[in-house]
């Protein structure tokens, strides 16, 4: 079996949670004999070769459109349905929150995808998405879907809610490798030490995250870098943070493992996640895990983490103190290496793929 697993330009260039998943997704396919081929949304692709396509992202629809309408292959689509609109509406500055705040969610999705082809950040692949409109491109994609990949079953009930309408799905998590993300006990973890693994951009909450540490007992470490388009948020937390906060940019894997099992504490204060995959690697080392109570985080940690109110600093600040004085959740991290691997996410996309191919 051959899939195009056909996700958006910049995936590479602009690396993100969802680089992961794709990456890590086809490796682990082609561990059980499936060909599942990574390509960018604005190539030309030859969909003969392929048995069928794997799509990434509702919620950029000007990615997938094209290729659903040419391709005549039938699709599976994990829909990564993060919701951007109450850092938009409550957080985001200048000209464009104010925009932001006068218009709906699909509106303002609209406009960024629009504002980021006319800036030469990304490709606009789909044209027709022009003027069919955000919601209804995505809308078109999500009735033709042979069947959704949520990875989460609360992911699947947002899906539901937003179009009024049940789809087929199968769950499939996203994962760490347990091979890598395992703890290590020979390494004292230092309570003092709070680390925060992420791109830094306004969804992921930094900014909230440093006012909650300034100026405490905690040395704050963020890791990551920084989106293209989010150089004045970055100026805007280095211009409040206080000489107890770190960055560091982007590092190799094998320095942000040595961080995970140092840190007293990981936290993802963010606006929305999905699941948080920073915040699973963490938690498969042992590292207590302080994650946003926004999305559909609690299908992956339940009451194993530590969640915050990411628009209170001083529930961030609560939070943080709380994990800190918490033992490593073992029973959270058995949890991930039983359930949430990228071995187990590989094995429910291959029986997805077959059952729409046997259909």
């Not at 960024?112 to 409109?133: A, C, H, P, Q």
């Not at 973890?189 to 925060?196: F, Q």
């Not at 909650?212 to 890791?223: G, K, Q």
């Not at 150089?231 to 280095?238: E, F, G, N, T, W």
Request: glycine content about 6%; overall charge positive.
């Amino acid at each position: 079996m051959k899939a195009a697993m056909i996700t958006r330009s910049s995936l590479r260039r602009f690396r993100g949670g969802d680089t992961i998943q794709v990456e890590q997704t086809a490796l682990a396919l082609s561990r059980l004999g499936i060909d599942a081929e990574i390509r960018m949304a604005d190539e030309v692709i030859d969909y003969s070769k392929y048995d069928l396509l794997h799509f990434f992202n509702l919620v950029r629809p000007a990615d997938i459109l094209k290729h659903v309408q040419l391709s005549r292959k039938p699709f599976v689509l994990s829909p990564v349905f993060v919701d951007y609109s109450a850092f938009d509406k409550k957080h985001r500055k200048g000209i464009s929150g104010s925009v932001f705040r006068m218009f709906s969610a699909g509106m303002n999705e609209y406009m960024k995808t629009v504002f980021r082809w006319i800036r030469g950040n990304d490709e606009i692949v789909s044209k027709s998405y022009l003027w069919k409109g955000h919601r209804a491109s995505m809308k078109m994609i999500a009735n033709k879907a042979a069947t959704f990949l949520p990875n989460s079953t609360m992911e699947m009930e947002s899906v539901r809610q937003y179009f009024k309408k049940d789809f087929p799905y199968t769950v499939v998590p996203n994962g760490v490798d347990p091979l890598i993300f395992r703890k290590n006990d020979t390494i004292q973890r230092d309570n003092k030490l709070v680390i925060c693994v992420a791109r830094i951009e306004g969804i992921k909450n930094q900014l909230n995250l440093v006012k909650a540490l300034n100026n405490t007992e905690y040395t704050l470490v963020l890791i990551g870098a920084t989106s293209p388009n989010q150089q004045s948020y970055l100026k805007r937390i280095k211009s409040v943070a206080a000489g107890n906060i770190h960055f560091t940019g982007a590092l190799p894997q094998f320095e942000i493992m040595e961080y995970y099992q140092r840190a007293g504490v990981h936290v993802l204060p963010s606006w929305f996640e999905t699941c948080g995959l920073s915040s699973l690697e963490a938690a498969a080392t042992g590292c207590p895990v302080v994650i946003t109570d926004m999305g559909f985080t609690r299908d992956y940690f339940g009451d194993h983490a530590h969640y915050c109110n990411p628009e209170d600093p001083a529930s961030i600040l609560q939070a943080v103190e709380s994990a800190a004085g918490s033992s490593a959740d073992a029973a959270l991290a058995e949890i991930i290496n039983q359930q949430f691997t990228w071995q187990q996410a590989a094995k429910a996309t291959a029986a997805a793929y077959h059952q729409i191919l046997e259909t």
